[in-house]
């Protein structure tokens, strides 16, 4: 068990241009979840994913982005025409369960910038 | 919907000094409370949490927080702070389903 991995760790790119992170959770865990963290505060909840089932979208999440769970292993978060307002760390985490009881288990993050 | 307030953006303890961290949440139903930590450039690790049972909960590196329903307050201490304990900690609500709300985060500094 190497724990959730997540590439790239930092991407830099031009407004405009469109990104993919990739997150790789814990092999048995069937729950997978995206955050965003921005400077100074909390993640904020993106999406999650029940296996492949994906089973709720924040409103923060806008039609330019786009997550996948297609076999119910990895996952990948695509960012369509990036703004400079994506500038943030995005964080994938895995939980073994989908109840309240258990911790969630986080990658170290892909950072974007936005130039 | 749920919602955590860390009202403290910055804690400063001398080392073997107690420390808390505060946190209060708003939940409709029982609350399910949680302590991440995050080092510079490391993801955010799991510290303890509260399901149900004893109000004092004790986790990793020596933490224990304490619930408290009346106050809506489960605040993260340590007897005595290493300066290694140094970085960033953000409690967390979960709800019914595993979405987890975090809150703005707290940065503690412990000088030697």
């Known amino acids: 068990d190497t724990g959730v991995s997540q590439n790239p760790r930092h991407k830099i790119t031009k407004r405009g241009q469109n990104v993919t992170f990739r997150c790789d959770p814990i092999s048995e865990h069937n729950r997978l979840y995206w955050y965003r963290q921005t400077l100074g505060q909390g993640p904020e909840f993106l999406t999650y994913?029940?296996?492949?089932?994906?089973?709720?979208k924040s409103r923060l999440l806008s039609d330019r982005f786009s997550a996948e769970r297609p076999k119910g292993s990895f996952s990948t978060l695509e960012i369509q025409r990036t703004e400079q307002g994506d500038s943030a760390m995005y964080l994938c985490?895995?939980?073994?369960?989908?109840?309240?009881?258990?911790?969630?288990?986080f990658g170290e993050g892909s950072r974007l910038t936005v130039l | 919907a749920q919602s955590v307030a860390q009202p403290e953006d910055q804690v400063n303890v001398a080392e073997g000094n107690p420390l808390t961290v505060k946190c209060t949440y708003s939940?409709?139903?029982?609350?399910?409370l949680f302590w991440y930590v995050q080092y510079p450039n490391r993801g955010l690790q799991f510290l303890l949490k509260?399901?149900?049972?004893?109000?004092l909960v004790k986790g990793s590196y020596g933490f224990e927080a304490e619930f408290n329903k009346s106050q809506t307050s489960f605040h993260l201490k340590k007897p005595s702070a290493l300066v290694s304990d140094s970085a960033l900690y953000f409690c967390a609500v979960r709800d019914m389903v595993g979405k987890s709300t975090f809150g703005d985060g707290t940065t503690l500094t412990v000088k030697p």
């Open positions: 985490a895995s939980s073994p369960t989908g109840g309240p009881t258990g911790e969630l288990f």
């Open positions: 939940v409709s139903g029982n609350p399910y």
């Open positions: 994913f029940q296996n492949e089932a994906q089973l709720e």
């Open positions: 509260y399901i149900t049972g004893d109000n």
